[in-house]
């Protein structure tokens, strides 16, 4: 299986601030690599896949880039409700696995 | 607008069959591009995919789950299941269906608690 391992694990931030989080594949995944959202009680909502492309409706504070094992997204002008977890995932190769998630916490 | 809805029981006793069903509203199971999967995810823990099924009938499953889960889709119905056997303890999640292509899960149903308990 490939790993996924994210850092930081938890980030705490401000309103306003830019925050990075980075994902690093145990093999190279090409841009198979997608980004997600997920609020306490609720379902993962998808940010970014293809390591780098917005899926449809999500703003453009979100960005995501990397290629081969090491993968970053970037979230710029926090704003309150872009406190969550946020969780990277492969889809190169059978199973799909996730990152341990990053809690991004208000400061 | 897709919309997907997990449906089943919520408690399943240690050994028995854990069985749900994602139907999909807004849009057909037989869409050509895409596959529907299942993810779960303990409490206060993270996301593992279960499997996923083609509107075919193709699947293909998580190796650390396969000898105990099946995935079934039933097009008249517009729904996929999941049933997961000789469940454990260690089987409680909240959980997920969602559609995907190429692995990207988009959407994802609300998702719902499964305890494993006598």
């Known amino acids: 299986d490939i790993q996924m391992t994210q850092s930081p694990s938890s980030l705490s931030a401000s309103v306003g601030d830019r925050v990075t989080i980075t994902c690093r594949a145990s093999?190279?995944?090409?841009?198979?690599l997608a980004w997600f959202q997920q609020k306490p009680g609720k379902a993962p909502e998808s940010l970014i896949y293809?390591?780098?492309s917005l899926q449809s409706g999500v703003p453009s504070k979100f960005s995501g880039s990397g290629s081969g094992t090491d993968f970053t997204l970037t979230i710029s002008s926090l704003q309150p409700e872009d406190f969550a977890t946020y969780y990277c995932?492969?889809?190169?190769?059978?199973?799909?696995?996730f990152g341990q998630g990053t809690k991004l916490e208000n400061k | 607008q897709l919309q997907l809805q997990e449906s089943g029981p919520g408690l399943v006793k240690p050994s028995e069959t854990l069985s749900l069903t994602c139907t999909v509203s807004?849009?057909?199971?037989?869409?050509?591009?895409?596959?529907w999967g299942w993810i779960r995810q303990p409490p206060g823990k993270g996301l593992e995919w279960i499997g996923s099924?083609?509107?075919?009938?193709?699947?293909y499953y998580n190796p650390s789950l396969k000898s105990r889960v099946t995935i079934s889709v039933d097009t008249s119905k517009n729904q996929f299941s999941l049933k997961l056997s000789s469940v454990t303890a260690a089987d409680t999640a909240v959980y997920y269906c969602a559609r995907h292509e190429i692995g990207w899960f988009d959407p994802w149903g609300q998702g719902t608690l499964v305890t494993v308990s006598s």
């Open positions: 807004g849009g057909s199971i037989s869409s050509s591009s895409y596959y």
């Open positions: 099924i083609y509107y075919s009938g193709s699947t």
């Open positions: 995932q492969q889809s190169y190769s059978i199973p799909y696995t």
């Open positions: 293809a390591a780098s």
């Open positions: 093999q190279a995944i090409s841009n198979y």
